[in-house]
Every structure is written in C-alpha cells, then in structure tokens.
C-alpha cells in the first residue's frame, strides 16, 4: 500500500511524497497507474540508507491534477 510520508522531503506545491512498503518484488508502475496516477516519479533507498533494514521502501512523489 502507498502512505503519506510523515516526514516528507519539501517538494514544490502540488507534489505529494507517500511512501510505498514492500516485502517481495513489485512492480510500481503498475500499482500506481491502477490507483489512477498518472504523473508520478519514484525511487528505492540503496540497503545502506534504508531506515527499516529489513523492509524494502520506495519513495512516490505524486504530482496532484
């Protein structure tokens, strides 16, 4: 599931930063166009910066229509 980050990075007005958790592979382009998002960006923390070791992470940055 995607979140709202709770200690979001400062983006411009009208991009939001949610943070998508996962235990096995995904495919984000897929999860986030079938929520209906068109325009988005996004990317994976390496091992070494992850705040939670064991659970992978994305970065989602969603700009609002």
């Known amino acids: 599931p995607i979140f709202p980050n709770d200690y ?3 983006c411009e007005d009208g991009i939001r ?3 998508l958790w ?3 592979p995904i495919c984000p382009d897929a ?3 079938s929520l209906g998002h068109s ?3 996004y990317f994976e ?3 070494a910066n992850r705040s ?3 659970l992978r992470h994305m970065h989602v940055f969603i700009k609002d229509k």
Do not use: A, E, M, Q
């Open 8 to 10: 979001p990075y400062n």
């Open 17 to 19: 930063h949610c943070l």
């Open 22 to 24: 996962f235990r096995k």
């Open 31 to 33: 999860i986030l166009s």
């Open 39 to 41: 325009t988005y960006t």
């Open 45 to 47: 923390n390496t091992p």
């Open 52 to 54: 939670v070791k064991d």
